[in-house]
C-alpha cells in the first residue's frame, strides 16, 4: 500500500504555472505507475496524466497534452506535474494515484488505480 500526499495547488491566472507535487510513502512507490486525475465541481473525475514505474513512458489527456508535463524521482519518492498555459477549464481538485499492480505501463483507466491522495485544489482565473 501506498500513502499518497499532494501539495502545490492555489489560485492562479489564466496563462499562468503551477507545479504540483505528490509525496509518498511505502517501500514499493518506485514499482507503481502513477497518475494524476482532477474532478471539477459537479463532474466525475477525469484523467490527466500517468507515468510508468521507471518514468521512462507517459500518457496524458488531450486535453493538458503539450501544456502539463508528469514526472517522477524514486529516489525522494516524489511525483510532479508541471501545468502551463492554464486555463480556467483546468480549475479542479488535483489527485494524485498509485496503481493496484506493479511494474505497470503508464494507464488512463481509473480502476487501475487503488491508493490515492487527498487532493489539492487549483483555481484558475479569467
Known amino acids: 500500500q501506498v500513502q499518497l500526499a499532494e501539495s502545490g495547488g492555489g489560485l492562479v491566472q489564466a496563462g499562468g504555472s503551477l507545479r504540483l507535487s505528490c509525496a509518498a510513502s511505502g517501500p514499493t512507490f518506485s514499482s507503481h505507475a502513477m497518475g494524476w486525475f482532477r474532478q471539477a465541481d459537479g463532474k466525475e473525475r477525469e484523467f490527466v496524466a500517468a507515468?510508468?514505474?521507471?518514468?521512462?513512458?507517459?500518457l496524458y489527456a488531450d486535453s493538458v497534452n503539450d501544456r502539463f508535463t508528469i514526472s517522477r524521482d524514486n529516489a525522494r519518492n516524489m511525483m510532479y506535474l508541471q501545468m502551463n498555459s492554464l486555463k480556467p477549464e483546468d480549475a479542479a481538485v488535483y489527485y494524485c494515484?498509485?496503481?493496484?499492480?506493479?511494474?505497470?505501463?503508464?494507464?488512463?483507466?481509473?480502476?487501475?488505480?487503488?491508493?490515492w491522495g487527498q487532493g489539492t485544489q487549483v483555481a484558475v482565473s479569467s
Open positions: 507515468i510508468s514505474w521507471a518514468g521512462g513512458s507517459t
Open positions: 494515484a498509485a496503481s493496484k499492480n506493479r511494474w505497470y505501463s503508464p494507464v488512463a483507466d481509473i480502476t487501475e488505480f487503488g491508493s
